[in-house]
C-alpha cells in the first residue's frame, strides 16, 4: 500500500534552515509528481510546493518562493524540502503528499502523517 | 487571484442526517477543477472528490459532489459518525488554493 513517512521536522530559530524529508513506498515513486502542504496549528490548509513526476517542474507558492527548494530523489524514492530564513509564519505541521498523475496536477490523492516545524527563538 | 468560501462554518447535525456544505470561489474555476478533503482530527486530508463530482478511490457513495463555475457543493446523504469532521473545498492546478474549511459536528 502507499505509504509517505515524512521526517526532519523540529524547533528551529527564524532566519535558520531546516530540511524535510519525505519517503515513499507502495507505488513507482518516478511516475507521480508529488507535493508538500502545510497546516498552521488550529489552521486551514495551504500548497507549499509542487514537483513534476522526473523533477523537471517545479512550482511554489509565492509564500515560499525564494526561500524554498523542493527536490527529488528517485532512485531513494525520497521528496525533499529545504527550507531557508524561516519565519514564525512558517511554523506548521508539513504533510507531504502525492499527486494523482505524473504532473503537478493538485489533486492529492495520498497523504503522510505530517511532521510539525516549530519556528521559535 | 481566486478566492474560495466555504458556508456554514459550522454544520451541527445528527447521524443519519443530510449534510450540505458549499463551496464558493470568487472566479470561474476552470475545467471542473474542483476537489473536496475530510480531515479528522489529529489526521491528514483525505481526498473524497475531484473533478467536481468524481469520487476518489474507496470513497462511500453516500458522498456526492456537484456544480458549476462558481458554486460546489459537498452532499453527505446519510452522516455515519466518522464523518464528523473538517472538510475543505479545493481549487486545484498549478497553484492549488483551499477553502477556509466546513466543520460538520455532532449535534
Known amino acids: 500500500q502507499v505509504q509517505l513517512v515524512e521526517y526532519g521536522g523540529g524547533v528551529v530559530q527564524p532566519g535558520r534552515s531546516l530540511r524535510l524529508s519525505c519517503a515513499a513506498s507502495?507505488?513507482?515513486?518516478?511516475?507521480?509528481?508529488m507535493h508538500w502542504v502545510r497546516q498552521a496549528p488550529g489552521k486551514g490548509l495551504e500548497w507549499v510546493a509542487g514537483?513534476?513526476?522526473?523533477?523537471?517542474?517545479?512550482y511554489y507558492a509565492d509564500s515560499v518562493k525564494g526561500r524554498f527548494t523542493l527536490s527529488r530523489d528517485i532512485p531513494k524514492n525520497t521528496l525533499y524540502l529545504q527550507m531557508k530564513s524561516l519565519r514564525a509564519e512558517d511554523t506548521a505541521v508539513y504533510y507531504c503528499?502525492?499527486?494523482?498523475?505524473?504532473?503537478?496536477?493538485?489533486?492529492?490523492?495520498?497523504w503522510g502523517q505530517g511532521t510539525l516545524v516549530t519556528v521559535s527563538s | 487571484e481566486i478566492v474560495l468560501t466555504q458556508s456554514p462554518g459550522t454544520l451541527s447535525l445528527s447521524p443519519g442526517e443530510r449534510a450540505t456544505l458549499s463551496c464558493r470561489a470568487s472566479?470561474?474555476?476552470?475545467?471542473?477543477?474542483l476537489a473536496w478533503y475530510q480531515q479528522r482530527p489529529g489526521q491528514a486530508p483525505r481526498l473524497l472528490i475531484y473533478?467536481?463530482?468524481t469520487r476518489a478511490t474507496g470513497i462511500p457513495d453516500r458522498f456526492s459532489g456537484s456544480g458549476s463555475g462558481t458554486d460546489f457543493t459537498l452532499t453527505i446523504s446519510r452522516l455515519g459518525p466518522e464523518d464528523f469532521a473538517m472538510y475543505y473545498c479545493?481549487?486545484?492546478?498549478?497553484?492549488?488554493?483551499f477553502g477556509p474549511g466546513t466543520k460538520v459536528d455532532i449535534k
Open positions: 503528499a502525492r499527486d494523482i498523475v505524473t504532473v503537478t496536477s493538485g489533486v492529492f490523492d495520498h
Open positions: 507502495g507505488f513507482t515513486f518516478s511516475t507521480y509528481a
Open positions: 514537483i513534476s513526476h522526473d523533477g523537471s517542474d517545479k
Open positions: 472566479q470561474n474555476v476552470s475545467s471542473r477543477s
Open positions: 473533478g467536481v463530482s
Open positions: 479545493q481549487q486545484y492546478g498549478r497553484s492549488p488554493l
